[in-house]
């Protein structure tokens, strides 16, 4: 029996694109009239037949992706999904999302899943960097990967990462601490993932090059275990002069702990925060921010996806820039 030709094989015979392709085919998207008569030409000397079928099920040919973040219920990685969405809406690529809640062994269920949809590409952000199952599923597939902020399958053909550059921000806003004459400072950060790996490392470089004490701190995505180590300083008479909060999450409960002991923001101790969230902004003096184009996240996951959907590009690295913005939250010490 003869093998059944594909969309890939007319791609490959046409010399484009299996996107541009796929626009063809489905009628969705422009494709210029001189690539639409190749595309033609190959369809019919090849003989190549669309499952409409398929098309009828996935609404288009080679248009649908799967995205994974580990908790929806974080305030920043639904607005990573949805700048995503909006950016794949665009191409007319259909997005279906799942979040394991931080799970590793529910991740790696999903992706399966999904793998089953033949979906066409997969945006990932893994609840654990070590999570194999994961790591093996997606070894086997030759779709486009696109992971975001996390140090996962580097090496392997058909995987591009989106990546924050958190030490950066992190030296600014230690430069700012030095000028404006703190001597100690502590980072809260999660104890998993590319995120606080480096923002402790960059922390303690950055401390140690101006002579100030560090410390820090790794817990839990829970952020109780902040408001504790908060409370016990204090009792002990050992708050730093800065704080640094390394995950969004854990700016409430450090807030609360400092209210409980009396301690007021911009008067007794520097407060600094990761991201721009609510919190943070109407919080009185607002707090300072070691911040980053969120949305960039997104448009460049995007980029990536196409190019190797379209062009066949193997897969990249994409940096993006943190920054500091300095506020009244910051003690300015004699």
């Not at 979906?119 to 696109?146: C, H």
Request: charged fraction near 25%; glycine fraction near 8%; aromatic fraction near 6%.
């Amino acid at each position: 029996m003869a093998r059944k030709i594909t969309i890939r094989d007319v791609s490959k015979h046409a010399g484009v694109g299996l996107g541009t392709v796929s626009r063809f085919v489905s009628g969705r998207g422009y494709v210029k009239q001189e690539t639409g008569e190749k595309i033609r030409a190959s369809i019919e000397e090849l003989g190549f037949m669309p499952s409409f079928h398929a098309m009828a099920m996935r609404g288009t040919v080679g248009t649908s992706v799967s995205v994974i973040v580990p908790d929806i219920s974080n305030a920043l990685s639904s607005f990573v999904v949805k700048t995503l969405g909006d950016e794949l809406r665009q191409h007319d690529v259909k997005m279906f999302f799942a979040s394991p809640s931080g799970r590793p062994e529910v991740e790696a269920e999903i992706v399966q899943n999904f793998i089953s949809r033949a979906v066409d590409g997969m945006f990932l952000m893994p609840s654990d960097e070590d999570n194999e199952a994961t790591a093996n599923l997606l070894q086997l597939q030759n779709f486009p990967k696109i992971i975001l902020e996390r140090d996962f399958m580097h090496g392997l053909p058909s995987v591009s990462h989106v990546l924050t550059d958190h030490a950066s921000g992190i030296f600014e806003a230690v430069a700012y601490l030095n000028v404006t004459n703190h001597t100690s400072a502590a980072l809260f950060c999660p104890e998993k993932g590319r995120p606080g790996r480096d923002r402790g490392r960059a922390f303690t470089d950055a401390m140690n090059s101006y002579n100030m004490q560090a410390t820090v701190l790794v817990g839990s995505m829970d952020g109780d275990w902040v408001h504790d180590e908060i409370i016990r300083m204090s009792c002990a008479n050992a708050l730093p002069e800065a704080l640094i909060v390394g995950h969004n999450r854990y700016l409430a409960p450090l807030i609360t702990a400092l209210r409980k002991r009396g301690h007021i923001i911009g008067r007794d101790v520097s407060l600094i925060t990761h991201d721009r969230v609510d919190l943070g902004e109407l919080h009185f003096p607002p707090i300072a921010t070691i911040e980053r184009d969120i949305a960039l996240i997104g448009k460049l996951a995007c980029r990536c996806y196409l190019d190797m959907r379209d062009n066949g590009d193997e897969g990249r690295r994409e940096v993006i820039p943190t920054t500091f913005r300095p506020t009244s939250s910051i003690v300015k010490r004699l």
